[in-house]
């Protein structure tokens, strides 16, 4: 038996005080993000989600992002992580194709999610994260992430999946057609995490990682996110790319590992401020997404 969850608990149980997420002046620990998690997951299995359904996640890189996807992992269900640019018909669209029952978004992208999720024949529960301190109303019979937190226990025993269940759908651009759901199995997921954390990165629990690359695409959530997780060390979030910020973050936490795709790396190493960045923490850094130009 094996779920994808499990990266998540094993840390935890391990090195419970561990820092496992930075996002500005917020900081959480692995039993944080495990008790939120399994809070997350009773909240779910309350409004029917059974093993084998798909949740769909359009979230930014925030704690939230994490702590949903696992959290949807433990119900034996099936994350489906949407591009957060999405327009209502996109949702619509990735909603039925997927057959999901649940949507998870963020309350910044909920105008167009909502639009979709009510249009989406197979979707039945919305449940929106709103940002700290946020007096934004909900759009009705929404759930609020932060109630699910308030209102349901730290404890729960995880669906047990086998391997070859299908742990995560990511979609393609659709470039040539409609957009396609690849099916990756739990251990897919843990193979390609155990072997990016261990062969391509050579991190350990010591690593700072930073994510900046979106969540809800294959590279910062496998080599990112999920390697972060399986080694057990701490993971730095950024929303939305910026040079500036990305270089004051690195300072900060002391990153020690910058993963990007090349457009990243050419405005960090061209900006007119490039000079003063003191990127002296970073150890290793790895490009994916596109070929990286010689010069």
């Not at 300072?251 to 003063?276: C, I, W």
């Amino acid at each position: 038996m094996l779920n994808l969850a499990m990266l998540l608990e094993q840390s935890a149980r391990r090195n419970p005080g561990k820092l496992a997420v930075i996002m500005d002046d917020h900081t959480f620990r692995y039993a944080e993000v495990n008790g939120a998690a399994n809070k997350i997951a009773n909240g779910l299995v309350a409004m029917g989600v059974k093993p084998g359904d798909k949740v769909a996640l359009m979230m930014p890189n925030t704690p939230h992002f994490p702590i949903c996807y696992y959290a949807i992992l433990k119900t034996g269900a099936t994350v489906v992580p949407l591009n957060v640019l999405f327009k209502h018909n996109e949702v619509q669209y990735h909603l039925e194709d997927s057959d999901s029952v649940a949507l998870i978004v963020w309350e910044g992208f909920a105008a167009e999610a909502t639009v979709g999720f009510r249009d989406a024949e197979t979707c039945h529960n919305l449940i929106v994260v709103q940002a700290p301190g946020s007096n934004n109303p909900l759009p009705d019979g929404a759930y609020a992430f932060n109630q699910l937190l308030a209102d349901n226990s730290p404890a729960f025993d995880t669906i047990q999946t086998g391997p070859g269940d299908t742990a995560v759908i990511l979609y393609t651009s659709g470039t040539t057609g409609r957009p396609k759901g690849a099916e990756l199995s739990h251990f897919n997921m843990f193979f390609n995490a155990m072997v990016s954390a261990e062969k391509l990165l050579g991190v350990t629990e010591n690593d700072v990682l930073m994510a900046v690359l979106p969540l809800f695409h294959s590279f910062g959530q496998t080599c990112v996110m999920n390697v972060t997780i399986y080694l057990g060390a701490t993971m730095t979030l950024l929303p939305r790319f910026e040079p500036v910020r990305a270089a004051e973050i690195i300072k900060r936490d002391q990153v020690t590992l910058f993963a990007g795709v090349p457009t990243m790396y050419f405005y960090l190493l061209n900006h007119p401020e490039a000079g003063s960045f003191d990127l002296s923490s970073l150890q290793r850094s790895v490009s994916g997404g596109a070929s990286m130009p010689v010069e």
